[in-house]
């Protein structure tokens, strides 16, 4: 669906030819509105849907949870890595047992 807006445009969507094609689109000025409805010669199975079904929530949920999840497990193995060369290179860290010293020069 050919639907499109800038950052900048204050709410105002560009709606393609692909997407009005299936609808007969009027436009409301003196209320400011825009209404669709579906066009006769629309393919089957082109439909308007005021709210989400069921299952759109649920994988639109489920794609949110596994998104977080697999950030929290990258920023984890990054933290881990930079520790481990941290620890190579002799520097202390936080709750780990190696120190730096420097040595003393007689």
């Known amino acids: 669906m050919a639907v499109s807006s800038t950052d900048d445009s204050g709410g105002v969507y560009i709606l393609g030819d692909t997407f009005l094609r299936n609808f007969v689109t009027t436009f409301d000025f003196e209320n400011n509105q825009m209404r669709l409805t579906i066009n006769k010669n629309a393919p089957a199975g082109v439909i ?31 933290c881990k890595k ?22 003393e020069i007689s």
């Open 48 to 78: 308007i849907e005021y709210k989400m079904g069921g299952w759109k929530i649920f994988g639109i949920i489920a794609g949110s949870l596994l998104s977080c999840i697999l950030v929290v497990w990258i920023v984890c193995c990054c």
């Open 82 to 103: 930079r520790k481990k060369n941290r620890l190579a290179m002799g520097y202390a860290t936080i709750g780990g047992g190696a120190t730096h010293h420097s040595e």
